[in-house]
């Protein structure tokens, strides 16, 4: 499976971005798709969560009525909608894929990784 994980850039505190995670190689219906994060010198952190078929998401609770992750099977994508964006939200988001039906919120379980996009909220 390949991701490509787009839709980032600069926004000040309180805007919004949508983050795309576009998916090739595999029957993408077939996997629970995830977001994470990574600020400078920080470990990976668990974002969003969807399950393969849509019906069950889960959030750290830091996003939680903030963000909102969706996936179109049709299309083969992830989204990761951002509203209210903070400073503290400011990092590289990734997305990654997991051949499962259920959300999986551990980075190392996750199968396949995307390259990662710039999210920065500046003050």
């Known amino acids: 499976v390949q991701l490509q994980a787009s839709g980032g850039g600069l926004v000040q505190a309180g805007g919004a971005l949508r983050l795309s995670c576009a998916a090739s190689?595999?029957?993408?219906?077939?996997?629970?798709m995830g977001w994470f994060r990574q600020a400078p010198g920080k470990e990976r952190e668990f974002v969003a969560a969807?399950?393969?078929?849509?019906?069950?998401?889960d959030y750290v609770e830091s996003v939680k009525g903030r963000f909102t992750i969706s996936r179109d099977n049709a299309k083969n994508t992830v989204y990761l909608q951002m509203n209210s964006l903070k400073p503290e939200d400011t990092a590289v988001y990734y997305c990654?894929?997991?051949?499962?039906?259920?959300?999986?919120?551990?980075?190392?379980?996750?199968?396949?990784w995307g390259q990662g996009t710039q999210v920065t909220v500046s003050s």
């Open positions: 969807i399950s393969r078929s849509g019906g069950s998401t």
């Open positions: 990654a894929s997991k051949y499962t039906r259920v959300v999986h919120t551990v980075p190392r379980e996750y199968d396949y």
């Open positions: 190689g595999r029957p993408f219906g077939l996997y629970a």
